[in-house]
């Protein structure tokens, strides 16, 4: 079992810049991600990286301004996010996939969830 915990969200304008957080309770090799939620809307796929850190994947809505890392020393994963803007306000989620290698797009792929940080950017 693995405990997840965001932080870093808040309130932004167009084109600033964030960096989230996730917190793991354990060193784990698993596969992790960043999905949101806006309100009204499907819980989405943002970026996921493998266990070393070597394989990453976007969503084509924030290739090049999302960057995802992790810090495997430190449980850590982040989601440096650049050029914010309005239509990425949302509650974001990390996510570990008990996999350590591959891209999951679904939500059903992912085993631990975090409570999830909300993102809000105005124009």
């Known amino acids: 079992q693995v405990q997840l915990v965001e932080s870093g969200g808040g309130m932004v304008q167009a084109g600033d810049s964030l960096r989230l957080s996730c917190a793991a309770s354990a060193r784990s090799n698993y596969v992790m991600a960043w999905f949101r939620q806006a309100p009204g809307k499907e819980r989405e796929l943002v970026a996921t990286?493998?266990?070393?850190?070597?394989?990453?994947y976007y969503a084509d809505s924030v290739k090049g301004r999302f960057t995802i890392s992790r810090d495997n020393a430190k449980n850590m994963v982040y989601l440096q996010m650049n050029s914010l803007k309005p239509e990425d306000t949302a509650v974001y989620y990390c996510a570990a996939c008990r996999s350590g290698s591959g891209v999951y797009y679904t939500r059903e792929s992912y085993d631990y969830w975090g409570q999830g940080t909300q993102v809000t950017v105005s124009s």
């Open positions: 990286i493998n266990w070393s850190g070597a394989n990453t």
